[in-house]
C-alpha cells in the first residue's frame, strides 16, 4: 500500500512524495536510483520487512511523487533536505538507511549530515572518475531514450519472454529472466515518465562524494557484474570511507536486488544492526 506526505523542507513551498511502509522494528529507509522507482526494492521488501519498519520512497519526480516545485533543484543538497523532512514528517528520528546508484549517493549524503544511524550504500553513484562518469550518463541517456520511443504495446509483448526481458533491463540486472513481466513493464514507463530525470542527471555532472562519514556504520556494496557503475568505484569508496565494509556482491548487475534478494536482504540488514 502506498501514500503520500507533503511537508515544506526549505520555506514555504511544500514536497510531496509517495512511499510505502511495511514491517516492524527500527525504521529503515530505501532509496531508489535514477530513472527508477520505489517498487526496485520489492524482491527484498518482504524479507527486511521481518526485522524492520521499512519505508521505501519514490524520489522527488521519478515513480509517483511529482518534481519538486519551481526553484527547487534536483541537487544533492535538496535532495537530503527533503528526505530528512520526509523523516520529521512520519516522525522517525534517524533511521536506517539503504540505497541504489542515486539513492546510494543519497544515502551517504544523509550519512554525513548525521541524519541516519547506519547507511547501506549499493553501488553508489559519486566514485568515478570523469570519464567513468560519463559512460554511465551515456549509458542511462540510451536506456531513458529506448524508453521513451518504444511503443507500450512492444514493451508489454517483449516483457512477456526471458529472452524480452533481456533485451529491455540486462544493462541494470545480471539476471534479467527473474525480473516479471508486471515489473519489467512499469518500470520501462517509470524510466520514461520520470519527469525530474533530465534535470537530476544534470545536477550529478559535478558530483564526487569525497568526505568520510564517522561515527555513523557505513557498508558499501558492489555487484561483480554492475555494467553502469564498474565494481572498482568500490574500491576508491572504501579509500574515502576507510571504516566503511566494502562487501562484493557475486553475480549481481548494477541494481542487485533482483539478481539475489537473500544476499542484498542479509547485507541491508546486517548494515542496520
Given amino acids: 500500500m502506498s501514500t503520500t506526505v507533503s511537508f515544506a523542507p526549505r520555506g514555504p513551498r511544500s514536497v510531496t512524495l509517495s512511499y510505502a511502509r511495511v514491517g516492524r522494528g527500527e525504521p529503515l529507509l530505501l532509496l531508489h536510483g535514477i530513472g527508477h522507482h520505489r517498487q526496485a526494492w520489492d524482491p527484498v521488501l518482504d524479507i527486511l520487512a521481518t526485522e524492520r519498519d521499512v519505508i521505501a520512497v519514490d524520489l522527488p519526480g521519478f515513480g509517483?511523487?511529482?518534481?519538486?516545485p519551481e526553484g527547487l533543484p534536483h541537487d544533492l543538497p535538496t535532495m537530503t533536505a527533503a528526505l530528512g523532512a520526509l523523516c520529521e514528517a512520519l516522525e522517525i528520528e534517524r533511521p536506517h538507511v539503504a540505497g541504489n546508484s542515486l539513492g546510494g549517493l543519497l544515502a551517504l549524503e544523509l550519512g554525513r549530515e548525521k541524519l541516519v544511524r547506519s547507511v547501506t550504500a549499493l553501488s553508489p553513484a559519486g566514485f568515478w572518475t570523469q570519464a567513468e562518469r560519463r559512460y554511465a550518463f551515456t549509458l542511462l541517456l540510451s536506456m531513458r531514450r529506448i524508453a521513451r520511443g518504444m511503443p507500450l504495446p512492444l514493451v508489454?509483448?517483449?516483457?512477456?519472454?526471458?529472452?524480452?526481458?533481456?533485451?529491455?533491463?540486462?544493462?541494470?540486472?545480471?539476471?534479467?529472466?527473474?525480473?516479471?513481466?508486471?515489473?519489467?513493464?512499469?518500470?520501462?514507463?517509470?524510466?520514461?515518465?520520470?519527469?525530474a530525470f533530465t534535470e537530476t542527471l544534470r545536477a550529478g555532472t559535478a558530483v564526487r562524494f569525497t568526505d568520510d562519514i564517522p561515527g555513523v556504520p557505513v557498508t558499501v556494496a558492489w555487484g561483480s557484474k554492475d555494467r553502469v557503475l564498474i565494481r572498482r568505484q568500490g574500491v576508491r569508496a572504501k579509500r574515502i570511507i576507510p571504516r566503511a565494509r566494502l562487501i562484493r556482491l557475486p553475480g549481481c548487475g548494477h541494481v542487485p536486488m533482483n539478481d539475489d534478494p537473500a544476499l542484498v536482504a542479509r547485507v541491508v540488514l546486517d548494515g542496520s544492526r
Fill in 156 to 195: 508489454r509483448q517483449l516483457s512477456r519472454t526471458a529472452a524480452g526481458r533481456t533485451a529491455l533491463t540486462s544493462t541494470i540486472y545480471a539476471r534479467p529472466h527473474r525480473r516479471s513481466p508486471e515489473a519489467v513493464v512499469a518500470e520501462t514507463l517509470a524510466l520514461a515518465h520520470a519527469t
Fill in 64 to 68: 509517483a511523487s511529482p518534481a519538486l
